[in-house]
């Protein structure tokens, strides 16, 4: 059984037990709140280096997150290439097979 905090299930875990991803962020969340980093370890039973790998990982996390770019002008003329080359695929393909369609008989030269 998991000792409860004020905080809610954030105290040590049982044996055989694994911490969700749930329970990482709200002890990160402490961290990042400013609460101090030996006196969490202490509460929730993990070592210090443990608690500053998840902070770091979090941060990590949250800059990917705000790097990721809506609407970017790149990324957009992109899909309008990508569209604009598969439309003339298209179109080569269907004049591909009008053209094979007007020769029956395939593209062979006569031998004289």
């Keep these: 059984m998991t000792k409860q905090t004020k905080r809610g299930k954030e105290g040590p875990l049982g044996p055989k037990q694994r911490w969700s991803s749930r329970r990482k962020r709200e ?13 969490v370890s202490r509460e929730v039973g993990v070592e210090v280096y443990r608690l ?26 992109l899909d ?13 393909e269907l004049m591909r097979r009008e053209r094979a ?3 029956p008989f395939g593209s062979k030269r006569r031998s004289k």
């Design 80 to 92: 309008a290439a990508m569209r604009h080359i598969g439309e003339l695929s298209m179109e080569n």
């Design 52 to 77: 500053e790998q998840w902070r770091e990982k979090a941060l990590l996390g949250i800059d990917e997150a705000l790097k990721d770019r809506t609407g970017d002008p790149l990324q957009t003329e």
């Design 27 to 39: 002890v990160v969340f402490r961290l990042l709140r400013g609460e101090p980093l030996d006196a």
């Design 101 to 103: 369609l007007r020769r």
